[in-house]
Nanobody, 124 residues
Framework: QVQLVESGGGLVQPGGSLRLSCAASGTFSSINIMRWYLQTPGKQRELVADITRGGSTSYADSVKGRFTISRDNAKNTVYLQMNSLQPEDTAVYYC??????????????????WGQGTQVTVSL
């Protein structure tokens, strides 16, 4: 069973920084794209950033220049460094990944997995 476990959320003042981590555990072959989403009450989850296994990245316009996504393939971990945080960044942040994690007829199949979410609150 594959699990994604996030950590690093919390309360921070405007202008501050936080670093989120998400580690994959369990039995799997490899991890393809890893992503961070955010969700605020009553709204759909929004893609914040993603990163390929090779390190190519993309970002939502709202976080460009402030957030940085990175990964450590050896540790099966993705990070989100969040700088210059503003109250509108307050949300639950979810890790998401495409992982070759189930075996069918002797071959690993690609599945999509979610973490449990971590709360980020930006407030005085």
């Amino acid at each position: 069973q594959v699990q994604l476990v996030e950590s690093g959320g919390g309360l921070v003042q405007p202008g501050g920084s936080l670093r989120l981590s998400c580690a994959a555990s369990g039995t799997f072959s490899s991890i393809n794209i890893m992503r961070w989403y955010l969700q605020t009450p009553g709204k759909q989850r929004e893609l914040v950033a993603d990163i390929t296994r090779g390190g190519s990245t993309s970002y939502a316009d709202s976080v460009k220049g402030r957030f940085t996504i990175s990964r450590d393939n050896a540790k099966n971990t993705v990070y989100l460094q969040m700088n210059s945080l503003q109250p509108e960044d307050t949300a639950v942040y979810y890790c998401n990944a495409d992982i070759y994690g189930t075996v069918v007829d002797g071959t690993y199949r690609l599945n999509n997995y979610w973490g449990q979410g971590t709360q980020v609150t930006v407030s005085l």
